[in-house]
């Protein structure tokens, strides 16, 4: 069983980013973004801080915008607009959940789709399905750069997608088809589940409910990532996987924490220097 731990691989990367945004610098570019946190919700606050710390570590500079909870959709859209029309800036996120007197669809559209750094954009996703190069949102970036590290088959595997949002589900099934792999989509409303699960070679689950795949859902050999993140009334973090008795079963699985979550983090920062090394000819 091979225990897919994002420690060492983040560590490589982050080391790849400082210099990489370092010699953006040099050559009179300098990496800003913007993170728009509305409300007072504290997990969207830790988070937020979370990255803003990343960012100071590779050298990106960053600036964390804290709007009222009782902000309306008009004056959070006036904000984003002032940083889409702000040229030092090049990367935006909002950090979710929104208050609910916002309307979301209207801020996931309103952000510019070249600075928008959770792709949350329909213009990204449109790109994704039709096989076009765009930005990618970071958890299923994540999620398949993990099964890339361990080399991963999927031509020809049978790979089940529990969950099907559209900033998760949806874009790790649709990378998954572009490697050849035949994918199922399961939700809530999904029959049969465990029987659909047990016949997968690769199992990836997005629901948010804590040990929801048990030893039962999964056969011998399959490869599992664990994309859910729970936090039990310690303050424990748990994922949508019942670790302790699947693991043995598995050619390769993810643990929660140390697994995806590290990663998604540094996607953020490797998509958008990705992006500004693309447009002006620096690579």
Do not use: W
């Amino acid at each position: 069983m091979i225990e897919i731990r994002s420690k060492e691989y983040v560590k490589v990367q982050t080391e790849l980013l400082k210099q990489r945004a370092s010699e953006l610098k040099d050559k009179g570019i300098h990496p800003k973004i913007v993170i728009i946190l509305c409300g007072d919700d504290e997990a969207s606050a830790s988070y937020a801080r979370t990255k803003t710390r990343f960012a100071d570590k590779i050298g990106v500079a960053n600036e964390l915008i804290s709007c009222p909870s009782n902000t309306t959709t008009e004056e959070l859209l006036a904000v984003i607009q002032q940083y889409n029309e702000d040229e030092t800036v090049q990367g935006i996120m909002i950090e979710m959940p929104l208050p609910k007197q916002i309307d979301v669809r209207k801020i996931n559209i309103a952000i510019d789709p070249d600075k928008d750094l959770d792709a949350i954009h329909p213009v990204h996703l449109g790109n994704l399905l039709a096989g076009n190069q765009s930005r990618v949102p970071n958890t299923p970036l994540s999620a398949i750069t993990l099964m890339d590290e361990v080399n991963t088959t999927f031509r020809g595997k049978r790979a089940v997608m529990i969950g099907r949002s559209t900033i998760v589900g949806k874009p790790l099934a649709d990378l998954m088809l572009q490697r050849g792999a035949t994918v199922t989509v399961a939700h809530s409303q999904t029959e049969n589940m465990a029987e659909l699960t047990r016949s997968a070679d690769i199992i990836c689950v997005a629901v948010g409910i804590p040990k929801f795949l048990t030893e039962d859902m999964v056969s011998p050999g399959t490869t599992v990532i664990d994309i859910g993140t729970t936090y039990d009334e310690n303050g424990k973090v748990t994922g949508d996987v019942d670790f302790e008795n699947v693991a043995e079963k598995t050619h390769a699985i993810t643990p929660v924490p140390g697994g995806v979550g590290p990663v998604t983090k540094l996607m953020v920062f490797k998509q958008m220097i990705d992006r500004l090394e693309e447009v002006t000819g620096i690579v």
